[in-house]
């Protein structure tokens, strides 16, 4: 019985190498946000030099350029969310990446020793992402009445709120 429990035990144990799928995933997905970034910020640059040639292709590409940025920088906040999600579920399941704790160039965010610490770094990260995203519709919305403008205000004043917050759950965690 005992050798049947010390099997079982052995199988759960390396079962969490199941894992590394979803490490490998996160990983290929944050690389083709990458690129999907990059590809925006290559079609503004493309566009670029026919927008300066009429006033109204300037306007419309002004537009176009804000929606594409930041469509952009949102998806590279979400690809970021993903690299420190795979390598946190890396660090927190299969094995240390030794590589990391080493070098003195890399930085601290992508080195996870809890799923607190997971947590609370895609936690922030969401955050911004959040934000950007609000900003994106923000842009793009009319505001043809004065509730419009409130909606905004009170938009941003919750946006504030978040990070007022966070930022002071990070002094907290440093003791300052």
Do not use: C, P
């Not at 590409?61 to 690809?79: N, V």
């Not at 934000?131 to 519709?137: A, D, E, L, Q, R």
């Not at 509730?147 to 300052?176: P, R, T, V, W």
């Amino acid at each position: 019985m005992r050798k049947l429990e010390q099997i079982i035990e052995r199988i759960l144990w390396e079962s969490r190498l199941m894992i590394f799928l979803a490490v490998i995933a996160a990983i290929v997905a944050a690389l083709i946000l990458v690129v999907i970034g990059t590809y925006d910020i290559i079609q503004i640059l493309i566009e670029m030099g026919h927008a300066f040639s009429d006033k109204e292709l300037y306007e419309s590409f002004h537009k176009d350029a804000i929606t594409h940025i930041i469509s952009a920088i949102d998806a590279y906040l979400i690809s970021t969310v993903l690299l420190i999600f795979g390598i946190g579920l890396y660090e927190l399941f299969i094995s240390k990446i030794d590589y990391a704790e080493n070098d003195t160039r890399s930085s601290r965010i992508l080195i996870v020793h809890s799923l607190d610490q997971l947590k609370d770094k895609l936690a922030k990260v969401i955050v911004m992402v959040l934000i950007v995203t609000y900003f994106k519709h923000a842009v793009s919305i009319k505001y043809e009445d004065i509730l419009s403008l409130l909606y905004l205000g009170a938009g941003i004043i919750l946006i504030a709120l978040a990070i007022y917050f966070l930022g002071k759950n990070h002094h907290e965690e440093k003791g300052e």
